[in-house]
């Protein structure tokens, strides 16, 4: 049997899961998405991932047709038909169709789908080795034109910067904010080891309100680890003890250079590979059973 896809509340085979061509989510990137995971059966932080899609979609008045509730157990059925267990699940709400002009008032219902597929992940090797990224020269939205915290079908921002790592070679590039100081990553958040604490940018200058960023601050903390937001430069990056990313795809993957400059010992340091270890505990206990 081949993948089946919940669109708006049907399931159908992925070649007829398609979307209408006047559906403002295609023309205009008006719509709001989550990226979510499930670990051995169980469905990672679902409540947090719903409460941010509501949320989004909030913020741009955009009315999803189902409740959180029942798009919760469709997420869940989705998996079930699809007989998975570790999953990479992909919700999206567009606008819905409309006519070529951008007023959204003229979409009168929005769309959604649910994907439940394999991980593609980083390769493990650099779970192990850590990533070389670089700095790159396109800046993170600015929070006052649109709030990096919705997040939304406009990744055209962080698609930018991800040709520049491209170019580079590498396969990660630090984003900054307009005044210089380093926001996220183009599908992560970043944080680095400072003087023994955890620090992570706090999101209202440019970074979405990650849920592992959130997690591993937790989990530091638990460990005894203080973990704070602040702000910082490329340069605090360059001379701090360890460095590393998050997101939901990616988990925590170490980092061992920045713009060429070796960090710490050039290898995943201590507390990074603690955090991996107690992430990849929770991962695997912790979530809403599938079955
Ligand atoms: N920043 C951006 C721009 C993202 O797209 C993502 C999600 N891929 C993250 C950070 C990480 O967020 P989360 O931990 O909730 O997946």
């Known amino acids: 049997m081949g993948m089946l896809i919940c669109l708006n509340g049907k399931f159908v085979p992925k070649n007829k899961a ?37 949320d989004s979609a909030k913020a741009l008045v955009m009315n999803i047709p189902v409740s959180k509730e029942k798009m919760k157990a469709e997420i869940l059925l989705t998996l079930r038909k699809n007989k998975l267990k570790d999953a990479y699940i992909r919700v999206v709400v567009t606008r819905g169709p409309g006519d070529l002009g951008l007023n959204p008032t003229k979409c009168p219902k929005a769309f959604y789908f649910i994907i439940a597929a394999s991980i593609a992940l980083y390769p493990e090797e650099f779970y192990k080795k850590g990533l070389a990224v670089i700095t790159v020269s396109t800046r993170r939205n600015i929070p006052e034109a649109l709030s990096p915290k919705i997040k939304s079908l406009n990744y055209l921002n962080n698609i930018m910067a991800k040709i520049e790592a491209n170019n580079y070679g ?5 984003m900054l904010n307009r005044e210089g100081y380093v926001a996220e990553c183009t599908g992560d958040n970043i944080f680095m080891v400072s003087k023994g604490r955890l620090v992570t940018p706090p999101t209202s200058i440019g970074a979405l309100e990650g ?3 959130d997690e591993v601050m937790k989990l530091a903390e638990g460990a005894g680890i203080r973990a704070l937001e602040k702000t910082f430069t490329t340069y605090d990056m360059y001379v701090a003890e360890e460095a590393f990313l998050t997101g939901t795809a990616a988990e925590i993957i170490p980092v061992i250079s920045v713009d060429g400059r070796k960090i710490g010992s050039g290898k995943p340091g201590p507390v990074t590979l603690s955090l991996i270890k107690k992430y990849r505990e929770l991962t695997q206990s912790e979530g809403t059973e599938i079955y």
């Open 211 to 213: 849920i592992t960023r």
């Open 170 to 174: 590498v396969l990660e590039a630090i």
């Open 18 to 54: 398609v979307v209408s061509v006047f559906d403002h989510g295609l023309l205009y990137g008006d719509g709001v998405f989550e990226g979510i995971r499930s670990y051995n059966g169980r469905v990672f932080k679902l409540d947090e991932h719903i409460e941010r899609l509501y």
